[in-house]
């Protein structure tokens, strides 16, 4: 049974840095791909940052490359994401998720989602 359950997620002024986490079970034997995903209201969920097991193809929304870093720690099972830079439109949801895939290689989408953890950002 895959459990996703995240944390991390808080207020900051823009310029601020935050990092998420999400505790992962169930997922490393069946996942070769795990991500984050955001969604800001009145907008459509989106692929943040993916990452694969074991490998170093990692892809990056154009919109965060050089402000977020996403990382794997295999021993742990938890997956992170570093925000840094962080500004008023990275504002949303964010979700943690596993067995992710990508349809004709255009956006991402994934198969198990955590609950969600709520990014604010300040002018």
């Known amino acids: 049974q895959v459990q996703l359950v995240e944390s991390g997620g808080g207020s900051v002024q823009a310029g601020g840095s935050l990092t998420l986490s999400c505790a992962a079970s169930g997922v490393r034997a069946s996942s070769p791909y795990m991500g984050w995903f955001r969604q800001a209201p009145g907008k459509e969920r989106e692929g943040v940052a993916i990452?694969?097991?074991?490998?170093?193809?990692?892809t990056y929304a154009d919109s965060v490359k050089g402000r977020f870093t996403i990382s794997l720690n295999n021993a742990k099972s938890t997956l992170y994401l570093e925000m840094n830079n962080l500004k008023p439109e990275d504002t949303a949801v964010y979700f943690c998720?596993?067995?992710?895939?990508?349809?004709?290689?255009?956006?991402?989408?994934?198969?198990?989602w955590g609950q969600g953890t709520q990014v604010t950002v300040s002018s």
């Open positions: 998720a596993s067995h992710c895939y990508r349809r004709n290689g255009g956006s991402w989408y994934a198969n198990y």
């Open positions: 990452i694969p097991f074991g490998g170093s193809d990692i």
